[in-house]
């Protein structure tokens, strides 16, 4: 196992030096869902909220967190984006969010990938909590990167 790279010798928190890292095309691809009652599912598919078009202006919370990710997380590089993609579909009892980071650049956009699901489920639930307070976000996670010295990672692979 690696080890922690946020750390110095001296067990100090730090922001890793990248200076040194080839910059190469790097892709980060998060998901996760959000579980609701089917009569919120309802009004999302049917447009009918009362605050708007729910999975668009989610879409939108989506691009803006995954830009605003370094000022978010202390020790995560401001990176220029090339591409973010957030996508949704509806699945039994709720819906899945997949968002999609590229960067041409010394490290990754995992975090931003993360950063840019678990925004735009909460714009879901920000825009649906006034029906259905029980919704759950659940299964956030990482499910593939590619690029970078480590190579390509591909959950459950």
């Known amino acids: 196992m690696n080890s922690l790279t946020h750390f110095d010798a001296q067990g100090q928190a730090h922001m890793v030096d990248v200076a040194t890292k080839a910059s190469t095309h790097r892709i980060g691809v998060a ?4 579980e609701m009652q089917a009569a919120t599912l309802a009004i999302i598919e049917a447009g009918s909220a009362k605050k708007g078009d729910v999975l668009g202006i ?20 401001p990176l220029a984006l090339t591409r973010v993609a957030v996508e949704f579909e509806v699945v039994h ?19 931003e990938a993360l950063t840019a ?41």
């Open 31 to 34: 998901g996760g869902r959000i």
């Open 58 to 77: 989610a879409r939108i919370a989506g691009i803006m967190a995954a830009k605003k990710t370094s000022d978010l997380i202390p020790l995560c590089h």
């Open 93 to 111: 009892a709720g819906i899945a969010c997949t968002a999609t980071v590229e960067t041409v650049g010394p490290t990754g956009v995992e975090m």
């Open 117 to 157: 699901v678990q925004i735009a489920l909460l714009t879901i639930y920000d825009m649906c909590k006034a029906v259905d307070r029980s919704m759950t976000i659940t299964d956030v996670r990482l499910l593939e990167k590619h690029g970078g010295k480590s190579g390509s990672f591909i959950a459950g692979s």
